[in-house]
């Protein structure tokens, strides 16, 4: 079923309602999403404080769009949470027609890829992206598929509908991904701190830790491989944010990481300080810098994989945890820390046994997130699609 194509002009009416900035006066400015994701407050400040000698206030139900973004799907309805709220002169604003126009339904029109190109295409600027303006002659004279009222509000309804069931499997997605994650961490727990195990301090299987290379800015960019705390994910090390650091033979001899190294992050946030990675054999040639520790274990005793779940685990998690509750701002743990985190020590033959239990789970998990994410994927595309066809007339 196909619908007439109607100028945007036969259905919205532009509307300003100036006001002159008071100094004293406090403004919620609203900026709006891309991809059609909405208007939000993106300030809230005094009038003093605003250079503008004029803002525009918004009313539930206008349409609204952002002259600048408007290729990046910058198009939303005001809701009663940005009724009364102020935009600057860059967002035009507008009536719907409401005899002949259902506000949701525009909204949704505009939440597709294809109308964003269509912007893209009719903006104009000194540049080709960031200031581009859909101004609202162009704006007003593009057309819309427009089927009556009442079945116009048949397709919100489908489409809301529709959408609800997609963030209900998303949400379902989601659970079970926190679910894996749980699993894993408690099997950690009861393979490697259950059954009464034998407990140390790490310092007792620790033979050296050694903090990292200090260079200025002037030194990197070229040189060899440096790890830094961007490169460590747990147990994985990965190569996409290395980069490179110029460093003297002498500096290569005392930084330099070899094959079962635990490259220690001692300098993070306080979510992400204590992260250890593990150094492979097919890992590139690399130093490590000053935000992480060197650590080098003593491997007649412990074995490199099983010391890097342990120091990942969440009991060693918090154990950073409590070291960390009197610090502020950045969060710190130093080579005093490292030696006294508590450590099962079984023996060598069942450390094996763990890891290789641990890493049969690991690569069950890991098929179990790639389903997920081909799932995402499908899911993310499943809405335009539903638009696409929606409006169409094809739903």
Not at 189 to 206: E, H, I, P, R, W
Request: net charge neutral; hydrophobic share 40%.
């Amino acid at each position: 079923m196909s619908f007439p194509m109607v100028a945007l002009g036969e259905l919205l009416m532009p509307v300003s309602r100036p006001e002159s900035v008071d100094a004293e006066k406090e403004y919620r400015i609203l900026g709006a999403h891309w991809y059609a994701e909405g208007l939000y407050i993106k300030h809230i400040k005094l009038g003093s404080e605003i250079q503008a000698n004029k803002v525009y206030r918004i009313e539930k139900g206008d349409f609204v769009y952002n002259r600048l973004f408007a290729w990046k799907g910058s198009f939303a309805v005001a809701t009663n949470e940005n009724h009364g709220c102020y935009v600057s002169n860059e967002f035009p604003c507008f009536k719907v027609d409401s005899d002949r126009a259902d506000s949701k339904y525009l909204w949704l029109y505009f939440s597709r890829a294809k109308i964003w190109e269509e912007a893209l295409g009719l903006s104009t600027g000194g540049t080709p992206t960031s200031r581009n303006r859909l101004k609202e002659e162009k704006f007003l004279a593009m057309q819309i598929s427009l089927p009556p009222l009442a079945e116009q509000r048949r397709i919100v309804a489908h489409i809301e509908e529709l959408a609800a069931k997609i963030e209900e499997a998303r949400g379902l997605r989601k659970m079970a991904g926190e679910e894996t994650e749980a699993l894993i961490s408690l099997t950690t727990s009861a393979k490697c701190y259950g059954n009464g195990q034998t407990m140390c301090a790490f310092g007792d299987v620790l033979l050296e830790a050694k903090n990292g290379i200090y260079k200025p800015p002037e030194y990197w960019g070229f040189g060899i491989p440096c790890v830094r705390m961007y490169n460590i994910e747990g147990p994985a090390m990965n190569t996409n944010r290395l980069q490179m650091l110029d460093v003297t033979p002498a500096e290569i001899e005392i930084y330099s990481c070899k094959a079962g190294d635990l490259i220690f992050n001692r300098v993070n946030s306080a979510e992400l300080v204590g992260k250890t990675g593990l150094i492979t054999e097919n890992y590139p040639k690399c130093t490590f810098e000053s935000k992480n520790m060197r650590l080098r274990i003593d491997l007649k005793k412990v074995i490199s994989e099983y010391a890097a779940k342990i120091l990942n685990s969440k009991e060693t998690r918090e154990y950073y945890r409590q070291a960390l509750k009197q610090q502020c701002g950045m969060a710190t743990l130093n080579q005093g820390h490292v030696h006294s985190i508590p450590f099962p020590l079984p023996p060598l033959p069942e450390q094996r046994r763990i890891i290789a239990y641990l890493d049969e789970l690991q690569a069950k998990v890991d098929a179990l997130r790639r389903l997920h994410g081909e799932t995402g994927a499908e899911l993310d595309a499943l809405l335009p699609a539903i638009l696409d066809r929606a409006f169409k007339g094809e739903l």
